[in-house]
T-cell receptor, first 119, second 113 residues
Framework: EPEVTQTPSHQVTQMGQEVILRCVPISNHLYFYWYRQILGQKVEFLVSFYNNEISEKSEIFDDQFSVERPDGSNFTLKIRSTKLEDSAMYFC?????????????????FGEGSRLTVL | QKEVEQDPGPLSVPEGAIVSLNCTYSNSAFQYFMWYRQYSRKGPELLMYTYSSGNKEDGRFTAQVDKSSKYISLFIRDSQPSDSATYLCAMRKSGGSNYKLTFGKGTLLTVNP
């Protein structure tokens, strides 16, 4: 069964350092997302991405964050200068139209997450 | 008022029990309602997906949506120890071309053998 894969599974970094989290979405999906979950809190939407641009972002997704689809398979989240409060589990997800068809499943497939610890 | 409210539990039941999980919401624009299961340190996995009001059954799982009350439920029949996980409700508005979800906080369920 196709799945969303994320790397690294866990990253520890010092405050102020840049971090890049990587995701390989399901190959025929066209919509990509990042969500995060701070320990003990809700899964929160960060950003959605379609057709090589951001389609929606939350107020959490400030100038310190950026997303990119550098090639046909990877989808990355960059945090430019990490803060203590960025410590969380970051989930990548993909969904949406399959190429060439109009059927929408509406189902988001989530990866297993990248745990970020900022010291 | 929070957009989506969910009792975090924890909820502990014996094997074979019927489990009832629920969420309330405040935004009447939500049209699609989902239940995700999340095992410890794993990503959410979709269990049930419903549109507007009504019931949907899939095996031991039944999802109910009551839009007039802004209340959704997930029932698990004949619960098994393998059902032990955190259950997240999620919902989204209709329209648009992406599927931004708003989640509840999750209910931690333990099914004891």
């Amino acid at each position: 069964e196709p799945e969303v894969t994320q790397t690294p599974s866990h990253q520890v970094t010092q405050m102020g350092q840049e971090v890049i989290l990587r995701c390989v979405p399901i190959s025929n999906h066209l919509y990509f997302y990042w969500y995060r979950q701070i320990l003990g809190q809700k899964v929160e939407f960060l950003v959605s991405f379609y057709n090589n641009e951001i389609s929606e972002k939350s107020e959490i997704f400030d100038d310190q964050f950026s997303v990119e689809r550098p090639d046909g398979s990877n989808f990355t989240l960059k945090i430019r200068s990490t803060k203590l409060e960025d410590s969380a589990m970051y989930f990548c997800a993909s969904s949406g139209l399959t190429s060439g068809r109009r059927t929408r499943t509406g189902e988001l497939f989530f990866g297993e997450g990248s745990r970020l610890t900022v010291l | 008022q929070k957009e989506v409210e969910q009792d975090p539990g924890p909820l502990s039941v014996p094997e074979g029990a019927i489990v009832s999980l629920n969420c309330t919401y405040s935004n009447s624009a939500f049209q699609y309602f989902m239940w995700y299961r999340q095992y410890s340190r794993k990503g959410p996995e979709l269990l049930m997906y419903t549109y507007s009001s009504g019931n949907k059954e899939d095996g031991r799982f039944t999802a109910q949506v009551d839009k007039s009350s802004k209340y959704i439920s997930l029932f698990i029949r004949d619960s098994q120890p393998s059902d032990s996980a955190t259950y997240l409700c999620a919902m989204r508005k209709s329209g648009g071309s992406n599927y931004k979800l708003t989640f509840g906080k999750g209910t931690l369920l333990t099914v004891n053998p």
